[in-house]
């Protein structure tokens, strides 16, 4: 699977951005999708995910819940993360990952390359 992420750039605090991942390669049917991001210094953290098969089971960071939405495209094979209501905080690279459905995250199976997200004040 190879994973291209795409959308990032330089928005204000309180404004919005949506992150997109393409997905190619295989079928991702048995693969759960996520987000995770990594600021300067710091550890990369996971953000959100979605399982692939079933778009209503999606899980959040409790630091994104409310103002982050993860969602996928089938016919695209693309998944989203619309970010809204941004927080300085929340500048950081963000990487797309794929791995397989009763696997944990520390089993990542295909990262994307990063885009980075920088929220001015």
């Known amino acids: 699977v190879q994973l291209v992420e795409s959308g990032g750039g330089l928005v204000q605090a309180g404004g919005s951005l949506r992150l997109s991942c393409a997905a190619s390669?295989?079928?991702?049917?048995?693969?759960?999708i996520g987000w995770f991001r990594q600021a300067p210094g710091k550890e990369r953290e996971f953000v959100a995910h979605i399982i692939w098969a079933s778009s209503r089971i999606t899980y959040y960071a409790d630091s994104v819940k409310g103002r982050f939405t993860i969602s996928r495209d089938t016919a695209k094979n693309v998944v989203y993360l619309q970010m809204n209501g941004l927080k300085q905080e929340d500048t950081a690279a963000y990487y797309c990952?794929?791995?397989?459905?009763?696997?944990?995250?520390?089993?990542?199976?295909?990262w994307g390359q990063g885009t980075q997200v920088t929220v001015s004040s």
């Open positions: 390669g295989r079928s991702l049917s048995t693969y759960i």
């Open positions: 990952a794929a791995k397989l459905r009763g696997r944990s995250w520390s089993n990542v199976d295909y």
